[in-house]
């Protein structure tokens, strides 16, 4: 099947899928990152890039409409893979252990790079933002799943995200929009964010740009809608 996939996601044939057929995706894609996971294996190659991203990005796309993002937010394997396939990227560029996944935050990095073009056509390009924008779109009115990720510490893996990162274009813009996302109508994840926030996890610009605020006198927070 894996033979398949880069041919469904190149010729947009997604839209054809029914139910049975996401749930095959679903099933390959946790599969793969299962195996990460129970082998504890921290190398790119184990995780087989290719074919990981391949399912990811036909997901992504599933997600994008509502009748098939609704089957893949009854599937909690599929969120709790993405929150942890998100976490040990994160935690692999933040340890050097993978070159191509060390964030690039600064421009005389950027300089230093040999070709910008070598930089996006490496296969895990934009990873950390696609796991993003699925968690988003596997969160999106959906209060099981907001759940899950508040309570797998989701919040203060995302914020830590938040960096501006060459190798993941809008990281930041992205981070913004799935912490509205989890908070939307959930009010145990706006705790949790106000615990973060009166932490003082994160710098004030970002919180800004969150659109939260803590009421000084009530201690409560309110986060703007998302759009």
Partial sequence: RHVLYPVIKDLELCDQFDEENIDVIISDFTHLTDFVFKTQHT???????????????IIIVL??????????QKNKSLM??????????????????EENLKPISKLSELANLKDNQQLEDDPIFGLKVKLIQLIVNLVWEQT????????????Q????????????????QWVVMSVKALCQGNPENQAILAGLRREGVADSALWKELGIQLDPNDDKIKVASSK
Avoid: W
């Avoid at 929150?83 to 933040?94: D, F, N, Q, S, V």
């Fill in 80 to 97: 709790i893979n993405t929150l942890y396939l998100l976490r040990m990227i994160h935690e692999l560029g933040k340890l050097g252990k």
């Fill in 63 to 72: 997600s994008k409409s509502e009748g098939k993002r609704s089957i893949l």
């Fill in 157 to 172: 893996l995302l914020l830590d995200c938040s960096q501006v990162d060459a190798r993941n274009p809008f990281i930041t």
């Fill in 43 to 57: 190398n790119m190659d184990d995780m087989k890039p290719v074919e990981t991203i391949t399912l990811l990005d």
């Fill in 144 to 155: 099981e799943n907001q759940n899950i990720v508040g309570e797998h510490s989701g919040f």
